[in-house]
């Protein structure tokens, strides 16, 4: 069965620290992709990566990098000298490639605060 | 380029009533899902349109139902409105599995309250 994990419900930091926001996934697929969303306070869910299962290399974006292992099957994120805008709930999200249907099943998020 | 618009922003209903969400899709994108969000948790898929078509559906009863129109803009539709469905409603589209592009770019929800 398809399950995403993020463990950590709440972190908080002070500004400049670094941050990294774990995801843990379960699945029974071999193509499968892996996501980033954030979500500020006014709702709207801002795409931040996609990852397919075939592609284990590490990507960096200006301060955001993310650790994609399939050994452990996790997904993490790592935002780098954190400010006050990061300040947002994070969702790390699962869709398989193989069922037709392109649908996410969602972490429960991780709530970051950025404090000043 | 035109991102995902969803309306209305706010609804309130009673319980047992039907509600009507709309969502235009982002330019050049031929499909729709719809996810509910409970707060405090992640978003939960309701089912997708694919060029008109449900390709998809999670774990909601049939009074959830929907539409996608030939614009690729869609509805979601509410029989029988309980207290639990209460939740913001989020719309997102994408290009489809034939075209190769699995990102799904997200509207700003509904946000519904059902009393």
């Known amino acids: 069965a398809q399950k995403v994990t993020q463990a950590q419900t709440e972190i908080s930091v002070v500004e400049k620290e670094d941050v990294t926001l774990d995801c843990v996934y379960e699945?029974?697929?071999?193509?499968?992709?892996l996501f980033w969303y954030k979500q500020p306070p006014s709702g709207e869910l801002v795409f931040l990566i996609r990852?397919?299962?075939?592609?284990?290399q590490n990507e960096i974006s200006g301060r955001y990098s993310w650790n994609f292992q399939k050994s452990t099957s996790s997904f993490n994120f790592t935002i780098t000298a954190s400010q006050v805008v990061d300040s947002a709930v994070y969702f790390c999200?699962?869709?398989?490639?193989?069922?037709?249907?392109?649908?996410?099943?969602f972490g429960t998020g991780t709530r970051l605060k950025v404090l000043a | 380029e035109t991102g995902v618009t969803q309306s209305p922003t706010h609804l309130i209903k009673t319980r047992g009533q039907q509600v009507t969400l709309r969502c235009s899709s982002q330019?050049?994108?031929?499909?729709v899902s719809w996810y509910q969000q409970a707060l405090g948790q992640g978003p939960q898929f309701i089912f997708q349109?694919?060029?008109?078509?449900?390709?998809g559906r999670g774990n909601f009863p049939p009074r959830f139902s929907g539409l996608q129109f030939p614009n690729y803009s869609s509805e979601l539709n509410v029989n029988a409105l309980e207290l639990d469905d209460s939740a913001l409603y989020l719309c997102?589209?994408?290009?489809?599995?034939?075209?190769?592009?699995?990102?799904?770019?997200f509207g700003p929800g509904t946000r519904l309250t059902v009393t």
């Open positions: 699945t029974r697929d071999t193509t499968y992709y």
């Open positions: 999200a699962l869709s398989e490639g193989t069922s037709g249907t392109y649908k996410y099943i």
């Open positions: 997102a589209s994408s290009l489809g599995v034939a075209e190769g592009t699995y990102e799904q770019y």
């Open positions: 349109y694919y060029r008109e078509e449900e390709n």
């Open positions: 330019s050049g994108h031929n499909t």
């Open positions: 990852r397919n299962s075939f592609d284990e």
